[in-house]
């Protein structure tokens, strides 16, 4: 795993009021926590910056960055967060599936974190309530697990004879058994069999795609996890050879060019911009207990060229 501290020269926003004197010698570090592998947290960090700069906060200026990521292993998140915490940083922004913010909140309680979340904080024992998040953290959450049902039912009307659709999920991820509840449901009311497909590391892939063909199962869908950040594109391009039908839950035109047939989920976009306008409120005085947790609506769909209208694995 790699440690390293990620640097984006940004430019052309002016310095926070207040901060002209002391944060150009001395930067505000953010600790930047997450599950995600680095290269797929990358293609967000920008919509980021733009919240960051709309407070007055530049990258090179005013701020650093101190990047760390577990690389989709979770376990290794308790260790990342105490290492932000023991280097003092002024702000923990936590993303990536819900055990970055969860280890950033058991590692301090005096360390602002801003958090960026598809569960629900309350349920998952973050926040006490959305209005009121009180205490050191806040953040921003977007439909994640609300999306499921209708992510399957849009797979299911662009794969009319699939019988049975594959769910592969993240047997590790805080929000699993809820995210399999819903596909359940979901499942039953279209009258597809689903056939949850727990992957704990990406190794078991092969195996699974391979079993997918053994049990001629026209349909996958993929849960919303920073395991298949990386996986995305491997999976479009098999499931494009092999005549399987795709639902990711993030737009990602990498998966939509390699053969995914849609992807349908939150503005990812969207909530990096307003977690990084909650930073800059944070480091320009304001409690982050005092800052209600923003929910984010916007949801894309993007769909491939061609739709197919059969599987001809059913």
Do not use: C
């Not at 349909?219 to 479009?236: N, T």
């Not at 894309?300 to 001809?312: D, K």
């Amino acid at each position: 795993m790699k440690r390293r501290e990620f640097i984006a020269g940004l430019g052309g926003a002016a310095l926070a009021p207040g901060l002209a004197r002391t944060q150009v010698h001395s930067p505000a570090v953010i600790g930047y926590l997450t599950g995600t592998p680095e290269k797929g947290e990358r293609t967000y960090t920008s919509s980021l910056y733009q919240g960051l700069n709309s407070q007055g906060f530049v990258e090179g200026r005013n701020i650093e960055i101190m990047f760390r990521s577990a690389e989709a292993h979770y376990d290794q998140l308790p260790m990342l967060a105490t290492e932000l915490v023991r280097r003092q940083v002024a702000v923990i922004f936590a993303t990536g599936g819900a055990g970055a913010p969860l280890a950033a909140k058991a590692a301090t309680t005096t360390i602002p974190i801003v958090f960026q979340l598809g569960a629900d904080p309350v349920r998952i024992g973050l926040v006490p309530s959305l209005n009121h998040p009180g205490g050191n953290i806040t953040g921003v959450t977007f439909l994640g697990q609300a999306l499921v049902a209708k992510r399957l039912e849009l797979l299911r009307e662009a794969a009319p004879a699939a019988t049975t659709i594959a769910f592969f999920v993240n047997p590790a991820a805080v929000q699993v058994e809820a995210d399999i509840r819903e596909a359940e449901n979901a499942a039953r009311v279209l009258g597809v069999r689903l056939l949850i497909t727990k992957l704990a590391a990406g190794r078991e892939l092969d195996n699974a795609l391979a079993s997918i063909v053994d049990q001629r199962i026209g349909a996958i869908l993929i849960e919303a996890d920073p395991l298949f950040a990386d996986l995305g594109s491997k999976i479009a391009t098999w499931a494009a050879q092999n005549g399987v039908l795709l639902m990711y839950p993030f737009r990602d035109r990498a998966v939509l060019e390699a053969g995914g047939l849609m992807t349908y989920g939150a503005s990812l976009y969207d909530t990096y911009r307003i977690a990084g306008g909650y930073i800059g409120r944070i480091l320009n005085g304001e409690k982050p207990g005092d800052l209600p947790v923003q929910q984010s609506t916007n949801v894309e769909l993007e769909a491939f060229p061609v739709i197919l209208q059969h599987s001809p694995h059913d």
